[in-house]
């Protein structure tokens, strides 16, 4: 069974930095994908940023120069620091993962969301 696991979201002031964590657990043969989203209140879930399985990057418009992404191949586990955050990146965060685990096809999970609330 695979899990994935977030940690990091909170509350922080505009201008303030959080780092969020992912961390797919459990028999997992190959990881292709690993990104995260984030849903506002009353908004669709958008892509916010991604390694893609050729293990390049990607990130949308609004966060380049403030976010940065990053994995540790060893831990399976994918990193979100966002720095210089505004108001308008108040939203559940998750993350996702396209994998196959042992036994199983591919297909992507889903972590359970993280808050990140920026207000002062």
């Known amino acids: 069974q695979v899990q994935l696991v977030e940690s990091g979201g909170g509350l922080v002031q505009p201008g303030g930095s959080l780092r969020l964590s992912c961390a797919a657990s459990?028999?997992?043969?190959?990881?292709?994908?690993m990104g995260w989203y984030r849903q506002a209140p009353g908004k669709q879930r958008e892509y916010v940023a991604g390694?893609?399985?050729?293990?390049?990057?990607n990130l949308v418009d609004s966060v380049k120069g403030r976010f940065t992404i990053s994995r540790d191949n060893a831990k399976n586990t994918v990193y979100l620091q966002m720095n210089s955050l505004k108001p308008e990146d108040t939203a559940v965060y998750y993350c996702?993962?396209?994998?196959?685990?042992?036994?199983?096809?591919?297909?992507?999970?889903w972590g359970q969301g993280t808050q990140v609330t920026v207000s002062s």
């Open positions: 996702n993962v396209a994998l196959r685990p042992l036994g199983g096809p591919r297909r992507e999970y």
């Open positions: 459990g028999s997992i043969l190959s990881i292709y994908t």
């Open positions: 390694f893609t399985s050729g293990g390049t990057t």
